[in-house]
């Protein structure tokens, strides 16, 4: 089983600052297979990237994606107030299916 | 549109099965080509993938939850269901269902989930 690890555990930054978000993997994963997800709090997580860098419908650009092999990023280029919230990374794989990071936390400094 | 509404219990003793719905609008379960998800996420902590299913093949589970977890589909009604057994306090969270898209090229990923359901295990 691919294990993820997301580093830092919390990023505590100003609105209009930039995030940098890291997910490592156990092993190395298809760039295809890996994805990210915003999640308020009380609200179901939300799709953002796909294929580490491919944007879901009408996530802004400001949230970009690259990586491969073990070390992938998710970069939020200038934070807006909506942005602060819990970040995972997934990868698909043959078993146990999906598995999930345990979550960077982006809070208001 | 798609969009999925989870139904069901939300407390439920230990050592009983919990049986949660998931009812699918904007998109057709039976002529989908999509599989249909169950993921929970205990209080405080993170997204833990139960299994899935495919209308025509069979479901696919997480080997821990395994001998525990039957997910099925009903095409007629635009559901689908988990039944979870032998419960325990362990198994207190909120429990999502949702949409898995995608395929080998352009990889596999849950684009729309429902709004999740507090499920607490007590006594």
């Known amino acids: 089983e691919i294990v993820l690890t997301q580093s830092p555990g919390t990023l505590s930054l100003s609105p209009g600052e930039r995030a940098t978000l890291s997910c490592r993997a156990s092993q190395s994963v298809s760039s295809r297979y890996l994805a990210w997800y915003q999640q308020r709090p009380g609200q179901a997580p939300r799709l953002l990237l796909y294929g580490a860098s491919s944007r879901a419908t009408d996530i802004p650009d400001r949230f970009s994606g690259s990586g491969s092999g073990t070390d992938f990023t998710l970069t939020i280029s200038r934070l807006e107030p909506e942005d602060f919230a819990v970040y995972y990374c997934q990868q698909y794989g043959s078993s146990p299916g999906f598995t999930f990071g345990p979550g960077t936390k982006v809070d208001i400094k | 549109q798609v969009q999925l509404q989870v139904s069901g219990p939300r407390l439920v003793k230990p050592s009983q099965t919990l049986s949660l719905t998931c009812t699918v609008s904007g998109d057709s379960i039976s002529s989908s080509n999509d599989y249909w998800t169950w993921i929970r996420q205990p209080a405080g902590q993170g997204l833990e993938w139960i299994g899935r299913i495919y209308t025509s093949g069979s479901p696919d589970y997480n080997p821990s939850l395994k001998s525990r977890v039957t997910i099925s589909v009903d095409t007629s009604k635009n559901q689908f269901s988990l039944n979870l057994s032998s419960l325990t306090a362990a198994d207190t969270a909120v429990y999502y269902c949702?949409?898995?898209?995608?395929?080998?090229?352009?990889?596999?990923?849950?684009?729309?989930w429902g709004q999740g359901t507090l499920v607490t295990v007590s006594s």
């Open positions: 949702a949409r898995e898209a995608g395929d080998f090229w352009s990889g596999y990923y849950l684009d729309y």
